[in-house]
C-alpha cells in the first residue's frame, strides 16, 4: 500500500525554469503523501520529459529494493506508480513467466507492468485485489490509469490545458499548484445530502475522482474514461445447502487470499457477526497468531469491548482493546480534522481503532465492511420497500399533498423533509435511499449550499439500479453509493493516515461475482442468515445477539463534555439535530478554511 503522484505534459518541458517548477510541484505532491508509505520514496522523470511521477512506500509485499517505486520496464518503455494489493499476483507471474516473461523481483508492482505490457486495458480483468495505479507509455507519450472494481483505492485527477495532475488524494493534487482550489458547490450539494461526495465529483471544481470499475487512457491533453465493471445480481436457483456451500467456499478463498502479506495481519474486530466471521477464519486458516484490536466505551449502551474480548478469547487472537472516552477523542478529533482528504461525516471510528493497530507495530489489517452490503445487514433492506409502496399510496393523490408539503416544508423537521423528498418522487429508490440515510433535505441542502458556494447546484445524476428484484437494486445502491462514496473513502484516508493498509475481504471482486449468483431470497435474507449460516464454528451468543453499528456516542458528547465546540449559524427552520447534522457542517467549515481559495 502506498500513495502515487504526478504529471503528464502534452508538451515536453522544455527549459530550466520549468524544469524547477516542475521538480517543486512533484515534491509538493511526494510531501502530501508522505504518511500513505513511510517506508521509501522514489521519482521519475520521463527522458522525453513528457511525465514526472512520485511514490511513497508501504512495504507489505516484497520488502526488498526490488519493489521500489515508480518502477519502469526492463526497456524503460513503461513506468508505473501503483497503489495497492494484487492476491492473485503469484498466479499471474507464473502465466507470465510460462509465455516467457522474466523477472527481476517478487513484487505484485513488476507483475501489473508486464501485464500491461502484455495484454494492455485488458489487465484489469485479470486483477484480484485493489489497486490504483497509472503506467506511462514512454514511445506512445500515453498515460494509462485504472482503479479497482469496488473502489477500494482511490485515483484523483485534474486534466487541463494539457496537463494531467494525479494522485491517491485530493490534497495532493492540490499541492501540485495546478489547481484552481475553487469549492464545487455541487460536490458540497451531495455532501449535504448523503454525508460524502458522489464520484466523480470531489469537493474541489477542476478535481474528479476516477469512477470505481473504470479506467482511463490520456493523451495529448485529452482524457477517456471507460467503465469496465459494475455490479450484477444473474441468478441461478440455487437451494439453500447450495448456497451455504457457495458462500462459505468464497468467504475461505477470500480471507485465504487476503492473508498474502510478508508482514503480519491484524483485524478490526468490534464483536459483530462480520469481524467475528474474519477471525473464525483467519485464525483457521493461517499459521501464525492473529492479533485483533478493539474500541471499548465506558456506556454499556455503547460499549461492544466485552464481546470483542469474549471473540477473541474464543479464538485464541492477541487482543489490544483501547477504551475511548470523550476526553481522549477530543485532540484525536482534531488530529482526524487535518487528516480527511474530503469532508465526511463517517470515518472517526476507523481513524482511531487505525492509530491503534499502528502504534502496536502493525501494517496491515481486515475490515468486516462490505457484508451488510451484501448479506442484508442494513435497516434498509427492510425499510425502503415500506417506503416506496407509501409513496406510491400517496401518489395517488400527489396533487394534493405536494402543493401542502411545499407550504409547510419550513415547518417540518429534518427527517420529516427527507421522508417529503421521497414522496415527491414516488417511484425512485435513489430518492428514497437518500431520504432514508441522508443528512440534510434537498431544501436545506440547497440553501446551506448556496450559504457555502455563494451558488446553487444541480444535483449529482445517480442511476436508478435495475434488477430482477427490489432487494438486489438495494443491495446495488449500498454497494455503489454508500459503501463506495464513504464508506471505502473513509475507511482509505484513516487508515493510511497511520500508514496502515486496509483489506476488506468481503468487498473482493471475485467473491462478489461468487455469491452474486445466489438467488436475494437466499442472500439478502433478513438478518445475515446466509452468512450465519455458513458459519458454524461461530457461538450462538455473536450469532443471536442484535446487531449494533460500530459507531461513537456523539451525541452524548456534543450535549456534554464536547459541548464547548462552536456550533455553526444555520438558519432556525433547519435544525443541527441529531448530532451528524452539527458534525457535517463543523467538518466542512474546518475543510473548506483548509484547502479552499
Known sequence: ????????????????????????????????????????????????????????RLAVIDLSDSGQ???????????????????????????????????????????????????????????????????????????????????????????????????????????????????????VLSYLQRGSVTEPDTAIRDIKALPAGSYLYWNGGKSKVVRYWKPRFETVMYQPPKAIEMTRTALEHSVRAHLVSDVPVGIFLSGGIDSSVLVALATKLSRKQINTYSIAFEDPAWNEGDI??????????????????????????????????????????????????????????????????????????????????????????????????????????????????ATRQPDSLVAAHQSLRGIFSNSEADHLTKVVCSKTAKRALINEPSHATLADSISDLELSVYMRNQLLRDSDVASMAWGLELRVPFVDRVFVEQISAIPSSLRLAENKQLLKACMPELPDWVVNRPKQGFRFPFDQWFANEWHDMPLPETPKWISL????????LTVLQDWKARYVK
Open 1 to 56: 500500500m502506498c500513495g502515487i503522484a504526478g504529471i503528464l505534459y502534452s508538451q515536453a518541458i522544455s527549459d530550466p525554469a520549468e524544469e524547477k517548477k516542475t521538480a517543486l510541484s512533484l515534491s509538493a505532491m511526494q510531501s502530501a503523501i508522505a504518511h500513505r508509505g513511510p517506508d521509501g520514496r522514489g521519482t521519475y522523470i520521463s527522458p522525453s520529459k513528457h511525465a514526472a511521477i512520485t511514490h511513497t
Open 69 to 187: 517505486q515508480p518502477m519502469s520496464s526492463t526497456d524503460g518503455r513503461y513506468t508505473i506508480s501503483y497503489n495497492g494489493e494484487i492476491y492473485n499476483y503469484k498466479k499471474l507471474r507464473t502465466q507470465l513467466e510460462q509465455s516467457g516473461e522474466e523477472f527481476s523481483g517478487n513484487s505484485d508492482t513488476e507483475v501489473i507492468l508486464k501485464l500491461y505490457a502484455t495484454k494492455g486495458e485488458n489487465c484489469v480483468h485479470s486483477l484480484r485485489g485493489m489497486f490504483a495505479f497509472l503506467i506511462w507509455d514512454e514511445q506512445t507519450k500515453r498515460g494509462f490509469a485504472a482503479r479497482d472494481a469496488l473502489g477500494i483505492k482511490p485515483f484523483y485527477y485534474r486534466n487541463k490545458g494539457g496537463v494531467f495532475a494525479f494522485a491517491s488524494e485530493l490534497r495532493a493534487v492540490l499541492a501540485s499548484g495546478l489547481s484552481s482550489q475553487r469549492i464545487s458547490s455541487r460536490g
Open 308 to 421: 470483542a474480548s469474549r471473540v477473541a478469547q474464543h479464538f485464541g487472537t492477541n487482543h489490544t482493546e483501547f477504551l475511548m472516552t470523550p476526553e481522549k477523542a477530543r485532540p484525536l478529533y482534531s488530529k482526524f480534522l487535518e487528516a480527511i482528504d474530503q469532508p465526511t461525516i463517517d470515518g472517526f471510528n476507523t481513524f482511531c481503532i487505525a492509530k491503534l493497530a499502528s502504534e502496536k507495530g502493525e501494517k496491515v489489517v481486515l475490515s468486516g465492511l462490505g457484508a451488510d452490503e451484501l448479506f442484508a445487514g442494513y435497516k434498509s433492506f427492510s425499510v425502503l420497500p415500506d417506503m416506496l409502496d407509501k409513496s406510491a399510496k400517496l401518489a395517488k393523490i400527489g396533487f394534493i399533498v405536494r402543493p401542502i408539503l411545499n407550504k409547510i416544508d419550513t415547518y417540518l423537521s429534518g427527517k420529516q423533509r427527507r421522508i417529503a423528498d
Open 577 to 584: 439535530k441529531p448530532w451528524y447534522r452539527r458534525w457535517s
